[in-house]
């Protein structure tokens, strides 16, 4: 079965410096995807960035950096330069293999940033 | 970018009414909507999937005849929760996914979500 655990239920940063937020990932197929969502106190979830489990370098998009250590089966989220607007709940997804197109979720870890 | 809409967004209920809950792909036509729940300060847990024109695939535990999904057209599903009691309030989540073209790389995209109440 496929499975997505996040073991920090909070987490604080300093504004304006980097925080690593944990992910590891349970699965026995080849093909998946990673995806980290944010979802401040709006309710929306916020794509932030996908990792395919054949891609060779760690994804990247803007502040936002996945480091996918494949035969760990992690996928921690980094966030440099953390601003206030930071602040809200994330959470590690995985899509593919067996389950399809189907996307399972962690159970979240809320980002706190303080000033 | 692809935008999906939820309608409503709150809605209060009444223990026993049926309440009916939208999912509009507003600028793409959706093979696939999925279906979540979020508990507060819980996470996203996948009620079914429902492709156009066919019936949904409901996950373990969830009930069939409680959560009725219709997916009537490429742009539009709908979660009709019947009888609701207090239990059933939850923020229910609608995802759709983009037909696309082979090797196109996948996605799937958020509704902002509903509230519901069930008093």
């Known amino acids: 079965a496929q499975k997505i655990t996040q073991t920090q239920p909070g987490m604080f940063v300093q504004e304006k410096e980097a925080v690593t937020l944990d992910c590891t990932y349970d699965?026995?197929?080849?093909?998946?995807?990673l995806f980290w969502y944010k979802q401040p106190s709006s309710g929306e979830m916020i794509f932030l960035i996908y990792?395919?489990?054949?891609?060779?370098q760690n994804a990247t998009e803007g502040r936002y950096s996945l480091n996918f250590q494949k035969a760990r089966k992690s996928a921690n989220l980094v966030i440099s330069a953390s601003q206030l607007g930071d602040s809200a709940m994330y959470f590690c997804a995985m899509r593919g293999g067996t389950g399809g197109f189907k996307t399972i979720f962690g159970a979240g870890t809320r980002l706190f940033v303080k000033a | 970018g692809a935008v999906v809409s939820q309608h409503p967004s709150w809605v209060i209920c009444k223990s026993g009414t049926s309440v009916k809950i939208e999912c509009r792909s507003l600028d793409f036509q959706a093979t696939t909507m999925f279906w979540y729940r979020q508990f507060p300060k819980q996470s996203l847990m996948l009620m079914a999937t429902?492709?156009?024109?066919?019936?949904?695939?409901?996950e373990q535990g969830v009930e069939k005849d409680k959560f009725l999904i219709n997916h009537a057209s490429l742009t539009l599903s709908t979660l009709t929760v019947t009888s609701a009691h207090p239990e059933d309030s939850s923020f229910y989540i609608c995802?759709?996914?983009?037909?696309?073209?082979?090797?196109?790389?996948?996605?799937?995209?958020f509704g902002p979500g509903t509230r519901l109440l069930v008093l």
């Open positions: 990792q395919g489990s054949y891609d060779e």
């Open positions: 699965t026995s197929d080849q093909s998946y995807g």
């Open positions: 995802s759709a996914r983009p037909l696309r073209l082979a090797g196109e790389e996948e996605t799937q995209y």
């Open positions: 429902s492709n156009e024109g066919s019936k949904a695939t409901y």
